[in-house]
């Protein structure tokens, strides 16, 4: 028998547990200071030990297979994730190859039609040119013939002589010439860079949405909100606002990130994008994944919002406002004065923001809107628990008072 199932103090055998001390001794100690505890014998502890050791065991193991089929379940997402992005990859150059290809076709193409225009206009100038050179020798020659015979003293020699004098040649028709310097090609030039322009606006206005559809796994876990400005910050979006969008009385500025209300119309060009009664305006760039960015509002009163880009444009109806409809979401800030939140399903009385900037928090994927008052702290003021189907734009509204405007910060 080991010693150490023998009692150090009676030398006893160890056959009882002391449940209340949670330790073996013998039958002699239960006499003593384990008097009156909660005791039974050791072979019914161990047997009821036993039988929790066992349920333990077979939750671990319950446990080691739920996890080893998750590991399964990852590695086979792993695999699916690097497949997909390995298509994707794959078939996006080729996309890009066959617009290289494209664009490389074209140039040539324009650089031979040049190339044969160019040929073709210095074949006929230098034709042209031929022709009055050999004029001008001709010229030259008579007026040689005609210095010579007028220097003759001799009568019967210059009368005689006069008859045989070449006749002049008709003159080119100078008419023909059209001298235009360093212009020939202009209109080339000019389509040329036109089409630059306009893809170069595709570019920037669809190439947000493809890269940032590219969005987390579903499995990974979803990220908390910051919770100070700087945490905010390492969100920060550059946005602008799109002249396309504008409402006529809104005068955009600071590189397009101010809108102020004016009188006076602006003169936009027509664009079915444009807001036609109400006084609003949208960013240019589209909002996905997790975006942060501030508004500064001057004046009384303003609306930061974030809307879908087919929100309505025409009529002052409820489609066409801001927080009047499904398809956006507004904060209406009114100073010294109470907030309100406007959706068509939402329209909540806040308190007052303790600043004129308004930090807008978005994780489009959890659905998560949130509005700061930002001044020395981040003073939430409101947040939305929603789902978004759709890319979302910044937005900004004006209300009928001459000056006012609103600006998204410029973020470092």
């Given at each position: 028998?080991?010693?150490?199932?023998?009692?150090?103090?009676?030398?006893?055998?160890?056959?009882?547990?002391?449940?209340?001390d949670?330790?073996?001794?013998?039958?002699?100690?239960?006499?003593?200071?384990?008097?009156?505890?909660?005791?039974?014998?050791?072979?019914?502890?161990?047997?009821?030990?036993?039988?929790?050791?066992?349920g333990?065991?077979?939750?671990?193991?319950?446990?080691?297979?739920?996890?080893?089929?998750?590991?399964?379940?990852?590695?086979?997402?792993?695999?699916?994730?690097?497949?997909?992005?390995?298509?994707?990859?794959?078939?996006?150059?080729?996309?890009?190859?066959?617009?290289?290809?494209?664009?490389?076709?074209?140039?040539?193409?324009?650089?031979?039609?040049?190339?044969?225009?160019?040929?073709?206009?210095?074949?006929?100038?230098k034709?042209?040119?031929?022709?009055?050179?050999?004029?001008?020798?001709?010229?030259?020659?008579?007026?040689?013939?005609?210095?010579?015979?007028?220097?003759?003293?001799?009568?019967?020699?210059?009368?005689?002589?006069?008859?045989?004098?070449?006749?002049?040649?008709?003159?080119?028709?100078?008419?023909?010439?059209?001298?235009?310097?360093?212009?020939?090609?202009?209109?080339?030039?000019?389509?040329v860079?036109?089409?630059?322009?306009?893809?170069?606006?595709?570019?920037?206005?669809?190439?947000?949405?493809?890269?940032?559809?590219?969005?987390?796994?579903?499995?990974?876990?979803?990220?908390?909100?910051?919770?100070?400005?700087?945490?905010?910050?390492?969100?920060?979006?550059?946005?602008?606002?799109?002249?396309?969008?504008?409402?006529?009385?809104?005068?955009?500025?600071?590189?397009?990130?101010?809108?102020?209300?004016m009188?006076?119309?602006?003169?936009?060009?027509?664009?079915?994008?444009?807001?036609?009664?109400?006084?609003?305006?949208?960013?240019?760039?589209?909002?996905?994944?997790?975006?942060?960015?501030?508004?500064?509002?001057?004046?009384?009163?303003?609306?930061?919002?974030?809307?879908?880009?087919?929100?309505?444009?025409?009529?002052?109806?409820?489609?066409?406002?801001?927080?009047g409809?499904?398809?956006?979401?507004?904060?209406?800030?009114?100073?010294?004065?109470?907030?309100?939140?406007?959706?068509?399903?939402?329209?909540?009385?806040?308190?007052?923001?303790?600043?004129?900037r308004?930090?807008?928090?978005?994780?489009?994927?959890?659905?998560?809107?949130?509005?700061?008052?930002?001044?020395?702290?981040?003073?939430?003021?409101?947040?939305?628990?929603?789902?978004f189907?759709?890319?979302?734009?910044?937005g900004?509204?004006?209300?009928?008072?001459?000056?006012?405007?609103?600006?998204?910060?410029?973020?470092?």
């Open positions: 028998m080991l010693r150490e199932n023998i009692c150090s103090l009676h030398d006893e055998v160890m056959k009882i547990f002391c449940r209340t949670q330790q073996c001794i013998c039958y002699l100690c239960l006499m003593d200071e384990h008097k009156g505890h909660d005791t039974v014998s050791a072979a019914a502890e161990r047997t009821e030990r036993q039988r929790e050791l066992e333990s065991r077979l939750n671990i193991q319950q446990r080691i297979q739920d996890r080893e089929k998750d590991v399964k379940l990852l590695h086979q997402e792993v695999e699916a994730i690097n497949l997909s992005a390995d298509k994707t990859v794959e078939i996006s150059e080729k996309i890009f190859t066959e617009l290289i290809r494209l664009f490389e076709k074209r140039s040539s193409d324009v650089t031979q039609q040049v190339r044969s225009q160019q040929r073709t206009e210095v074949s006929r100038v034709e042209l040119q031929e022709k009055l050179e050999q004029e001008i020798t001709e010229l030259k020659r008579n007026d040689a013939e005609l210095q010579k015979l007028s220097h003759t003293e001799d009568l019967n020699q210059f009368l005689h002589n006069y008859p045989s004098l070449s006749p002049l040649s008709e003159s080119t028709d100078s008419s023909s010439i059209n001298i235009r310097p360093l212009s020939y090609f202009e209109d080339v030039t000019a389509a860079s036109e089409i630059r322009d306009k893809l170069l606006d595709v570019l920037r206005e669809k190439w947000t949405n493809v890269s940032l559809t590219v969005t987390e796994v579903d499995v990974l876990p979803s990220l908390s909100e910051p919770k100070t400005r700087a945490g905010f910050l390492k969100y920060s979006r550059k946005l602008t606002l799109d002249p396309n969008t504008a409402h006529r009385q809104l005068l955009l500025s600071n590189r397009n990130r101010r809108a102020t209300l009188s006076e119309q602006q003169s936009y060009s027509s664009h079915p994008e444009r807001f036609t009664e109400c006084l609003q305006v949208l960013s240019r760039e589209s909002l996905t994944g997790r975006c942060y960015w501030e508004v500064e509002w001057y004046g009384k009163e303003g609306y930061i919002a974030v809307a879908y880009k087919d929100i309505s444009r025409k009529g002052d109806s409820r489609e066409c406002e801001f927080g409809n499904d398809k956006s979401w507004v904060l209406f800030c009114r100073r010294d004065y109470s907030l309100e939140f406007l959706n068509y399903k939402s329209h909540i009385y806040l308190s007052p923001p303790q600043s004129s308004i930090g807008v928090y978005l994780d489009h994927r959890s659905g998560i809107l949130s509005f700061y008052s930002v001044s020395e702290t981040m003073t939430l003021l409101h947040r939305v628990q929603t789902t189907t759709q890319p979302l734009y910044a900004l509204q004006l209300l009928y008072s001459l000056g006012y405007s609103a600006e998204l910060c410029k973020l470092k």
